[in-house]
């Protein structure tokens, strides 16, 4: 619930500031009367995305077993894939966001009236897809009982909604100028923790993969911890719930959580080092010369 109330936050936010910006453009430019435009857009990418997780979470229950696990593990890791794009396009397009946004918008206001909605719809509904694919990775991997089967269960939907709402909140607020938050600490903080979150979603991918016989491997353990940290306990279901942990992982889990998580976080905790250090390069550069 933690994990998913932290995404739903995150990517919430993330879509929240991209309504901010286009609705406050045109309130500054004194086009209020294209409002409803933007939020014709918003709820349709809205609509799309909840159809989208219902596709995902009833869709596949008339397939075979091989079937299913097939695709959760194939669009496990499509959504590890999206999300650490995400992440790290977060770092380096968001100062450039705002002027890209009003740059569409000026372009869409001049042509016909579903122009403006469609900008919206695309800025908003790229969040949503991504945010609906992930959480329901996420909840896959962390309702997925010793069994093997996936418990039913409304915990990891009650955490993303929360998390949205907080974002929705959030995102109001700094609108009207009630708050002043962090956003490059705020990215920086949910990024890493993600990394942790999309290396476990990588893993129960794996393992998906492996119980649809695609990949070997699946009674190859790497670890079995499950006397010391039983997944009934209320310690197992918070590093369960939280990091996707799996008390008994095979190699090929283990392997695939660590080929993920040590280069992507590594990457991603040095990387505003390496971009100021080519600043500060680039701007010796034209003195030297």
């Not at 901010?20 to 709820?43: F, H, M, N």
């Not at 999300?83 to 380096?92: D, G, K, P, Q, S």
């Not at 708050?179 to 998906?208: E, K, M, P, R």
């Amino acid at each position: 619930m933690l994990a998913n109330f932290l995404i739903g936050l995150r990517e919430g936010l993330e879509a929240a500031l991209v309504v901010s910006i286009l609705i406050a453009y045109l309130v500054k430019t004194d086009r209020r009367e294209l409002l409803p435009r933007i939020w014709l857009g918003v709820g349709i990418a809205v609509a799309i995305s909840l159809a989208f997780g219902a596709a995902l979470t009833f869709g596949p229950r008339g397939l075979t077993f091989e079937a299913q696990e097939a695709i959760g593990g194939l669009l496990s890791l499509v959504a590890v894939a999206f999300v650490t794009w995400m992440i790290f396009w977060m770092a380096t397009a968001a100062r450039g966001l705002g002027a890209e946004l009003r740059g569409q918008i000026d372009r869409a206001a001049s042509g016909n009236r579903w122009s403006l909605a469609l900008v919206a719809m695309l800025a908003v509904g790229r969040e949503g897809l991504e945010t609906a694919l992930f959480l329901w990775a996420a909840t896959q991997a962390g309702t997925r009982e010793a069994t093997g089967v996936v418990a039913q269960t409304w915990e990891p939907l009650v955490g993303a909604s929360l998390g949205i709402a907080c974002a929705i909140v959030l995102g109001y607020l700094i609108y009207r100028g009630a708050i002043s938050l962090n956003l490059s600490v705020f990215f920086t903080w949910t990024g890493a923790f993600l990394i942790l979150v999309a290396g476990g979603v990588l893993a129960y991918g794996i393992h998906d993969l492996q119980e649809a016989g695609i990949l070997p491997g699946l009674h190859d353990i790497a670890f079995d911890v499950s006397a010391t940290i039983p997944p009934s306990s209320w310690y197992g279901t918070v590093l369960k719930g939280v990091f996707n942990f799996s008390p008994v992982t095979t190699k090929f889990e283990a392997a695939a959580w660590l080929a993920y998580v040590i280069p992507v976080g590594a990457l991603f905790l040095l990387r505003p080092r390496l971009i100021q250090s080519r600043l500060v390069r680039s701007q010796r550069s034209p003195q030297e010369n």
